[in-house]
């Protein structure tokens, strides 16, 4: 059972983890989960047919319960990413808007560069970020509104 938090390590749900765009977790192993509807919602968004997007870009999930985005031949990198950015942004999957703050994968620390915020200070880093044009690359949606 895990102790309590360091103390650099605020508790969850007292910080929110503010992306930087570093695009490490698009290059990370494992599926990019496509849940209920999203397939077709990014097909929409690439102006693709469904089946044309699902055999391009689409292959069952390791426990095949379901859809991942394809990795790029010969790599772990997400199909999406386009240099440092992610081709469906507008679009994206729920498991990329949540990470880190909804979810995180073992070792997670050592490759996000995501800047831990107070809850209390949230808003207004939100306000510097949208002055300076920095979309949240990895922002839970609800957190942004
Ligand atoms: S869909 Fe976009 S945000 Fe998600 S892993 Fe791929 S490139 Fe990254
Ligand atoms: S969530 Fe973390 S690993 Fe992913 S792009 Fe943002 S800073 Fe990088």
Redo the contacts with the bound molecule.
């Keep these: 059972m895990p102790g309590p938090p360091a103390k650099d390590e605020p508790g969850e749900g007292d910080v929110y983890y503010v992306c930087q765009r570093c ?1 490490n ?2 290059k ?1 192993p494992g599926d ?1 989960v496509l849940e209920n509807g999203e397939t077709e919602a ?1 097909a929409k968004f690439l102006g693709m047919d469904l089946l044309e997007f699902t055999e391009r870009y689409t292959r069952l999930r390791e426990n095949r319960t379901g859809l991942s ?1 394809i990795e790029k031949e010969g790599s772990h ?6 240099g440092a ?5 507008a679009a ?2 729920k ?3 949540g990470f880190p703050n909804t979810w995180k994968f073992p070792g997670w620390r050592k490759v996000c560069e995501a800047i831990p915020v107070p809850m209390s200070d949230l808003q207004e880093v939100q306000h510097q970020q949208r002055e300076t044009h920095h979309s949240c ?2 922002a839970n949606d609800d957190m942004n509104e």
């Design positions: 695009t977790c698009c990370w990019v990014i985005l990198e997400c199909i999406m990413l386009e950015d992610c081709r469906i942004q994206k999957p498991q990329c808007a690359y990895h």
